[in-house]
Nanobody, 117 residues
């Protein structure tokens, strides 16, 4: 069992920055073996992929819409994955979720990011 909890969301003006955190609890001894992804869901839209990072942190992947503005990273000693979001745009407004697969899918409850124009 892996529990994921996101934090760091909030209200920011366009052009601003936020750093989201995804902290894992439960079977954290397995955390360093898990690939972790960030997804987001804007009101009325489907959930979409934002970024992901492999277990060692050696490979990262980004949606075209955020590449060059967002950076995903991880600290396995802290069982935490981060999403640094720069140059935020109003269209980045959404609930952000972290996700992993460990026998089954695990999702956090999400953190809201609102970018005002």
């Amino acid at each position: 069992q892996v529990e994921l909890v996101e934090s760091g969301g909030g209200l920011v003006q366009a052009g601003g920055s936020l750093r989201l955190s995804c902290a894992a609890s439960g079977r954290t001894s397995s955390f360093s073996y898990l690939n972790i992804g960030w997804y987001r869901q804007a009101q009325g839209n489907d959930r979409e992929f934002v970024a992901s990072i492999t277990s060692s942190g050696g490979n990262t992947y980004y949606a075209d819409s955020v590449r060059g503005r967002f950076t995903i990273s991880r600290d396995n000693a802290k069982n935490t994955v981060y999403l640094q979001m720069n140059s935020l745009k109003p269209e980045d407004t959404a609930a952000y979720y972290c996700h992993t697969y460990y026998g089954r899918e695990f999702w956090g409850p999400g953190t809201q990011v609102t970018v005002s124009s």
